[in-house]
């Protein structure tokens, strides 16, 4: 089975980053430059928007058909930064390419994420950056969405009773642990935490994917909890978990048993963020509609 933690060991050539491990497979898709992966179109369209696209695609190796999905970040201005950036190279760093530099940082703190293959930038026109990212299919993992949206039986009963404080006691303590190691995944939700549940164990194994968008700020650091269990209590369904499900959330991030009077003042926070996501999120879905109805592609 792959290791969803284990430390990557890169290969930099150009504005190319490799993980040594898949060099040969690499090799094999004629994967040696920029331009030989951004031209590639062969598989499965998994997103389309204007800003970025996916692909599924599969490659055979010595052990049987491999899945992977290749990330392309559309052309982004980035205006005089280029020209600061010949002077201070660390100055712009393209989505791509961040993405793989944090799936590399979140292994070496032992935190479970996708295995990244390749990632790559470039300049065009001087003024604009294109880039990709390329991961390995996270099977056996599954998405949480996706298993509260198809098994939703999974836990209910006695025995999802049991599934469900397994799962809330799983996650609090990652995101503790994210946190203790200095990052925040800025859309910790139902859809990006994934999950495995091996030997028909109660309590799942838990890791992230679409690492793009990860806060290392070392200014408010107080308000990663907040945002982080509000963001993950908003995509819990109601109908699945109620108060008394949510709560242990909290408790398992603070390794607590009970809390005390400045922990539901933690929760009350935490409620009212999720308000705002909910607000947020109905209004940001309501646009997007708009935008099909008119034809035009989402942002």
């Known amino acids: 089975m792959k290791d969803f933690s284990s ?27 920029f331009e030989s992966v951004w031209k590639y179109q062969d598989g499965e369209i998994i997103k389309k928007i204007k800003v970025r696209s996916v692909i599924r695609f599969e490659m055979q190796s010595d052990s049987g058909k491999k899945y992977f999905y290749l990330k392309h970040h559309n052309t982004k201005f980035v205006g005089i ?14 989505e791509g390419k961040r993405e793989f530099e944090n799936i590399c940082d979140f292994r070496k703190g032992g935190i479970g994420t996708v295995l990244p293959v390749a990632a790559g930038e470039r300049f065009v026109k001087l003024f604009w950056l294109q880039s990709f990212l390329i991961t390995e299919d996270f099977s056996p993992f599954i998405s949480l969405e996706y298993m509260l949206r198809d098994n939703p039986e999974f836990f209910m009963g006695e025995k999802g009773s049991y599934r469900k404080r397994n799962l809330i006691n799983r996650i609090g303590i990652f995101a503790r642990r994210m946190h203790e190691k200095g990052f925040n995944h800025r859309d910790f939700n139902a859809t990006h935490i994934l999950l495995y549940y091996k030997d028909k164990s109660d309590a799942p194994d838990i890791a992230l994917f679409d690492l793009q968008r990860v806060d290392r700020s070392l200014f408010f650091r107080f308000r990663w909890i907040a945002k982080s269990l509000a963001e993950l209590n908003y995509t819990l369904p109601e109908g699945i978990f109620d108060k008394k499900d949510r709560i242990p959330l909290l408790l398992s991030y603070k390794g607590k048993k009970k809390l005390n009077a400045w922990d539901w003042l933690h929760w009350v926070w935490i409620k009212r963020k999720t308000a705002r996501i909910k607000r947020h999120t109905e209004k940001m879905m309501a646009r997007r509609k708009e935008r099909r109805q008119r034809g035009l592609i989402e942002r």
């Open 81 to 94: 930064k280029r020209i600061l950036a010949l002077f201070f190279p660390k100055l712009i760093s393209s």
């Open 7 to 33: 430390q990557i060991e890169c290969i930099k050539k150009d504005h190319l980053i490799f993980n040594k491990d898949y060099l040969g497979l690499l090799d094999d898709m004629h994967f040696d430059s």
